[in-house]
C-alpha cells in the first residue's frame, strides 16, 4: 500500500491557518460540517472554535476544547507565526 506525504499525517500543516478557509486544504478529510462551515481561520474564529469546537462547527470531529483565554491566546499567536 502507498501514501502520499498528506495520508501519513494525522492532519494538515499549520503553517498559514490564519486567513485560510476552513476544512480547503488540499489532500485531507476533513468532516464535511468543516468543509460547509464557510468559515475563515482568523483570530476571533480560531479562538471561539478552539474554545468550543462543537458549538462553532456542530458535528465536527474535533472534540479537544482549550478552556483558558491565555491558552488560547498563545496559541493562536503561534499559529499566526507560522503565517508569517
Same mark, same amino acid.
Given at each position: 500500500?502507498?501514501?502520499?506525504?498528506h495520508? $501519513?499525517? =494525522? /492532519?494538515?500543516?499549520? %503553517?498559514?491557518?490564519v486567513? $485560510?478557509? =476552513? /476544512?480547503?486544504?488540499? %489532500?485531507?478529510?476533513?468532516?464535511?460540517a468543516?468543509?460547509?462551515?464557510?468559515?475563515?481561520?482568523?483570530?476571533?474564529t480560531?479562538d471561539?472554535?478552539?474554545?468550543?469546537?462543537?458549538?462553532?462547527?456542530?458535528?465536527?470531529?474535533m472534540?479537544?476544547?482549550?478552556?483558558?483565554?491565555?491558552?488560547?491566546?498563545?496559541?493562536?499567536?503561534?499559529?499566526?507565526?507560522?503565517?508569517?
Amino acid at each position: 500500500m502507498s501514501f502520499n506525504r498528506h495520508q $501519513r499525517k =494525522a /492532519g494538515p500543516g499549520l %503553517g498559514g491557518i490564519v486567513g $485560510r478557509p =476552513a /476544512g480547503s486544504m488540499e %489532500g485531507f478529510r476533513y468532516s464535511e460540517a468543516l468543509k460547509s462551515s464557510g468559515l475563515v481561520w482568523d483570530e476571533a474564529t480560531l479562538d471561539r472554535f478552539l474554545a468550543a469546537p462543537r458549538e462553532v462547527v456542530p458535528k465536527t470531529t474535533m472534540m479537544m476544547a482549550v478552556s483558558k483565554p491565555e491558552d488560547r491566546q498563545n496559541i493562536v499567536a503561534y499559529l499566526k507565526s507560522l503565517s508569517q
